[in-house]
């Protein structure tokens, strides 16, 4: 009788050995499925939070950020700011830089926005404000909290202030040459070689205006931000007054500083 019996109480053990691997894979993912789902909660509402907002103080600022206010056309992972700068320095103020300190997740990113004045900007004057905006970045995880920091400030005499985390200075200084030179290139055409500006000759993609050797990449950037930011320019005068205006414009400074250094 044992010996008929054993075989089946061994059916019976491999039985429950089954069904226990079954409900203990069952459990396993239940569990998963649970961590995930309050995983995507957490998630889902840190996604429907805005992120807390501040500028950082500074006693010796030369400039105020203030009313900052989250843009209404923000999103959970591409926030957008919109805030004012003030000068309270009592001088007026050529250039400034403001860097954004922005925390994502476990994540920390910062970037900077250069304001320079020239002939479609002018001056920051002392006591004036002006409105600024911050809306270029898209993060990986929800963004929970932003800063603005002045970085920099260049003042119409020349004096800079602030501590250029993003050399800012370098990057102005080659915005100026990279304008002059195409400034220079395109009037030398027209006086040496009787080109007529067009806007075949605005358009192309090249300028042939290149940054020289021996400057820092910030400079070497800036350069050809100012090169583009002339051409543009030259490109809209171009559309409003043809070739007359564009040589007219070719023959002004790019902005204040560079028109006392020149």
Known sequence: MFLKAQPRIVGKFITLWII?????????????????????????????????????????????ISSITINPASRPLEPKLDYVLTNISGTPINAYAV???????????????????????????????????????????????????????????????????????????????GARDEADRLLKLVNEKNVDVTAQLLAAEESGTVPPAGHSP??????????????????RIYSKEGSLGVVNELKRSFDTVEGKQR
Do not use: M
Not at 44 to 52: C, D, H, I, R, V
Not at 119 to 137: C, D, I, K, V, Y
């Open 99 to 177: 860097r954004h300190v922005v925390l994502h997740g476990a994540q920390r990113s910062e970037g900077v926005i250069l304001r320079a004045s020239n002939s479609t900007n002018p001056l920051l004057q002392s006591g004036q404000g002006e409105s600024g905006a911050l809306g270029s970045g898209v993060y990986p995880e929800a963004v929970e909290s932003i800063q603005l920091v002045v970085d920099f400030v260049e003042f119409e005499n020349g004096v800079t202030w602030g501590i250029d985390i993003f050399k800012s200075a370098e990057r102005l200084s080659g915005q100026r040459a």
């Open 20 to 64: 226990i691997i079954c409900l203990a894979f069952l459990s396993k993912n239940v569990a998963y499925a649970l961590i995930s789902n309050a995983r995507g909660v957490v998630r889902s509402a840190l996604l429907k939070q805005s992120p807390s907002v501040s500028a950082l103080a500074q006693a010796d600022s030369p400039i105020r």
């Open 218 to 235: 910030e400079w070497s950037n800036g350069f050809r931000e100012g090169v583009n930011f002339k051409r543009g320019r030259l490109r």
